[in-house]
């Protein structure tokens, strides 16, 4: 079974840095892309940032030369650094796998979230 775990959240001030991890266990037949979502209470869950399979990333227009991507380990561990760190950057952030497992069909695997809180 697939796994997602985050860490590295934690209380940041602004303009700080924080560097957040995703884990993958459990085997996969494929990965298609894998990224990083962020929600605050009372809003929808939005995209921060995405490496698609090939290692293209996309990034929202809120966090583009802040935020980098990258995953290593056969897509295993993916991370989220973030630099200029701002109040508005204060979320709940979550990793995402859009993958195929092994005999069955493309399917989007969630972990928990980890909380970035950015303030002075």
């Known amino acids: 079974q697939v796994q997602l775990v985050e860490s590295g959240g934690g209380l940041v001030q602004p303009g700080g840095s924080l560097r957040v991890s995703c884990v993958r266990s459990g085997r996969l037949f494929s990965v298609n892309a894998m990224g990083w979502y962020r929600q605050v209470p009372g809003k929808e869950r939005e995209l921060v940032a995405v490496v698609t399979s090939d290692g293209s990333t996309n990034y929202a227009d809120s966090v583009k030369g802040r935020f980098t991507i990258s995953r290593y380990n056969a897509k295993s561990i993916m991370y989220l650094q973030m630099n200029s760190l701002k109040p508005e950057d204060t979320a709940v952030y979550y990793c995402?796998?859009?993958?195929?497992?092994?005999?069955?069909?493309?399917?989007?695997?969630w972990g928990k979230g980890t909380l970035v809180t950015v303030s002075s």
């Open positions: 995402n796998l859009n993958g195929v497992p092994l005999g069955g069909r493309a399917m989007d695997y």
